[in-house]
């Protein structure tokens, strides 16, 4: 991708190498290219003559899946190299084999070995943060254009941090590795040993004098500055999809930049609740209109379009009835179909006293069914009761452990994959 141009899903994203290893590599893949290698280079596997040579291989090979099975020391592979396991510092390591030469054995990493090596830069770190869109983006597609200020390579010393002509340093402290151990308390007597960069050379290994350092980055190599770009979120992207700018995380010398990765986070909306490619939405309608029909806009949607429905006489609507409303749902990001409308009815009746008179009433009801047949009991007891009851408290007075759960489906909170209403 161009700097600076779209950016892209994840799912459309190019496979692109790690160490000469698919990023998507799994650990199952990595313990496959691990076993095969400790296979080859089993001492039982080889003539008696080679079995010397064969045990150094066959422990390097343990020691080099070792490096990648754990997240944190592949991390570290990738940012120091070698360096951070430098067998005088207690890393693993052999002196009869370079585990640079066995990783690239057995995982292609095409990194070389020994500070004579041509080693392939390494990959910097990507950079994530979460983006909030609308459901209203989300259904439109939107294209957002921001400055960013990030680390690029000082362009007066190439990286070097130096002036023109200058040698470099070893770095006295950490013996040009550019990396340090340090030590962590992670509990009550317990003490965790980590390597990180070398805080007197910025983890370069090379140290420079004062007086020797570029006048520009003053000899930090970086300098910051403020970059325009862009991200693209094609129509009908959902919650976590991750928007990729390639090559666009802050820049160091003797690495390939990273990416910045943008985290879609949908936020709520008031009217539409969305399940996939379909969406959910309330509607209200008068009771006349549930008893005798109607024809009019319902509803305003994502894109700004009144829903227009014509309900006809005869077929009354009832109390949370679901309307589907085909082909208009989200948008599905390739071709031009799109998921469905769910719209769940809201019958408003007629505040208390609308009618003027008993006439009025009798006309009503006449004209509606009769009441339920008559039911029939040795006794009758006439009953006060309370309106507007709140269903909620039900067992609260003798404290019962589903209080105020009493109404709720159990099986809602193992699926919840159907279309849900929101409440306008």
Not at 14 to 30: C, H, K, N, S
Not at 77 to 94: C, K, L, V
Not at 205 to 223: H, L, N, Q
Request: proline residues 6%; glycine residues 10%.
């Amino acid at each position: 991708m161009d700097s600076g141009g779209p950016g892209r899903t994840q799912a459309e994203e190019d496979e692109v190498d790690l160490y000469g290893v698919e990023r998507t590599a799994t650990p199952g893949e990595i313990k496959k290219a691990y076993r095969k290698a400790a296979l080859q280079h089993h001492p039982d596997k080889v003539p008696e003559e080679q079995r010397a040579e064969s045990e150094i291989k066959f422990k390097a090979v343990t020691q080099a899946y070792e490096i990648l099975r754990e997240d944190e020391k592949r991390q570290l592979y990738d940012q120091f190299g070698m360096a951070a396991f430098d067998p005088s510092r207690g890393g693993p390591g052999d002196a009869g084999v370079d585990l640079n030469d066995m990783l690239a054995q057995m995982f292609g990493m095409n990194v070389g070995g020994g500070a004579g090596g041509h080693r392939r830069p390494r990959r910097g770190r990507d950079e994530e943060q979460q983006y909030k869109v609308t459901l209203e983006e989300l259904y439109k597609g939107k294209t957002v254009k921001f400055a960013a200020n990030k680390r690029v390579i000082c362009s007066q010393c190439k990286g070097s941090g130096a002036k023109d002509k200058v040698k470099p340093q070893q770095c006295d402290r950490c013996k040009g590795a550019g990396v340090r151990e340090a030590y962590r308390q992670v509990g009550p007597g317990l003490i965790r040993q980590e390597v990180l960069p070398c805080d007197n050379c910025d983890g370069t290994g090379m140290y420079y004098k004062e007086k020797d350092r570029c006048k520009k980055c003053k000899g930090k190599r970086t300098v910051e500055e403020t970059k325009a770009l862009e991200i693209y979120i094609p129509r009908g992207s959902r919650q976590g999809e991750r928007i990729v700018l390639e090559g666009e995380a802050d820049q160091f010398p003797d690495q390939t930049p990273g990416d910045i990765v943008f985290t879609l986070v949908e936020e709520p909306h008031e009217v539409f609740t969305r399940v996939g490619d379909d969406l959910s939405a309330e509607i209200s309608v008068t009771l006349a209109e549930a008893l005798t029909g109607f024809s009019r806009v319902v509803l305003k949607h994502l894109d700004g379009r009144g829903m227009h429905i014509s309900h006809p006489r005869g077929k009354m609507l009832q109390p949370m009835e679901i309307l589907k409303v085909a082909g208009e749902g989200m948008p599905r990001k390739r071709g031009d179909e799109k998921g469905d409308l769910y719209l769940s009815v809201k019958i408003e009746f007629p505040e208390a006293g609308w009618l003027p008179d008993d006439a009025a009433y009798e006309s009503i009801r006449k004209l509606l069914p009769p009441p339920a047949p008559l039911i029939s009991a040795e006794e009758i007891d006439e009953v006060e009761y309370e309106a507007d009851a709140d269903i909620e408290q039900m067992g609260g007075r003798s404290g019962h452990p589903r209080a105020g759960m009493v109404w709720e489906d159990e099986d809602d909170e193992d699926d919840q994959s159907g279309p849900q209403c929101a409440t306008q």
